[in-house]
């Protein structure tokens, strides 16, 4: 443990230790940085001090769904589109009969416009850049003006942007998420994980398709794994390697799991086990390893 995680961990678990409601809910987001891509959601419930898997899903249009009765199509490509956030949180209640605690956001946001890398980008890349998981550079196209409305109507709605200035475990925030780092702190590797489908012919290079798709899965099935460890219940269907026909049958997947990391990370901010890489306009909240 570095010298900020212990400072933030003493300063902060006597605080965050009985501030956890019983019905406290975390709703993740996978948010992709153009309106061409789908976004994972997924959602969390604590109960009896005991988080519990509600849902996932590979798009926001099956999150909104599955909260009608509808059912999740992890088969069918999803579409890209702006959120209509005033569904999703609708749907969220609907989902678990609260309003989220927390909302935690897997893409660059601030409370000023993003025109170049951040602090919180530059700070990140930094502290995981020799393990693999330097940030990437955000700036006035990606995200742009999708991450600016998105951060916006949410403070609008009651979640403002938490940043290195708010104290740990504040509800009713949006914390910003990067998983790649997350992940190493989940799973106790010390390089970044390899399971980005659109990555697989880097990550494998000389390896078949099949291949490929088969250790993609391989890394899903130990992200799940890590995650069952503090979230209940996890039911993401992976499918059997010999189901899937194509690397692009994976990116749904992959989506949802990065969004169900998001809200592990705000069960993680919530309970005082996380501290901020930024600073007073934006900042990426890291797990204590």
């Known amino acids: 443990m570095n010298p900020i995680e212990r400072l933030v961990t003493r300063k902060c678990r006597a605080n965050c230790a009985n501030s956890l409601n019983p019905m406290t809910t975390v709703l993740g987001i996978d948010a ?3 309106t061409t891509e789908p976004s994972g959601v ?3 419930q604590q109960r009896d001090r005991r988080w519990r898997y509600v849902v996932t899903a590979p798009s926001y249009e099956s999150f909104i769904e599955q909260a009608e009765g509808g059912e999740a199509h992890w088969g069918r490509s999803s579409v890209g589109s702006s959120p209509d956030l005033a569904k999703l949180l609708r749907a969220a209640e609907q989902h678990t009969g609260e309003h989220p605690t927390l909302i935690t956001l897997d893409m660059p946001v601030a409370t000023v416009p ?6 919180a980008d530059r700070e990140v890349s930094r502290s995981f850049g020799a393990k693999w998981c330097s940030a990437h550079s955000p700036g006035p196209i990606r995200p742009g003006p999708l991450g600016a409305n998105l951060s916006r109507k949410l403070s609008e ?7 290195a200035t708010t104290p740990i475990g504040t509800p009713r925030r949006l914390v910003e998420v990067y998983p790649h780092p997350a992940l190493l702190s989940l799973l106790g590797r010390d390089r970044r994980v ?12 000389g390896a078949s398709i099949d291949e490929r798709i088969e250790r993609l899965l391989h890394e899903f099935a130990a992200i799940l794994a890590g995650l069952a460890a503090h979230i209940d219940g996890i039911a993401i269907p992976l499918p059997d390697a010999s ?7 994976l990116k749904p997947f992959e989506d949802a799991i990065d969004a169900l990391v998001c809200c592990w990370v705000g069960c993680e901010y919530l309970a005082g086990r996380c501290y901020p890489l930024g600073d007073e306009t934006a900042a990426i909240w890291c797990p204590v390893t």
């Open 114 to 119: 993003i025109v170049r890398r951040r602090t």
């Open 157 to 163: 709605a009651g979640y403002p942007i938490s940043t």
């Open 42 to 44: 997924a959602l969390v």
């Open 243 to 249: 189901e899937v026909h194509s690397l692009a049958a």
């Open 194 to 205: 390899p399971y980005k489908v659109g990555k697989a012919l880097k990550y494998w290079k």
């Open 32 to 34: 992709a940085w153009t």
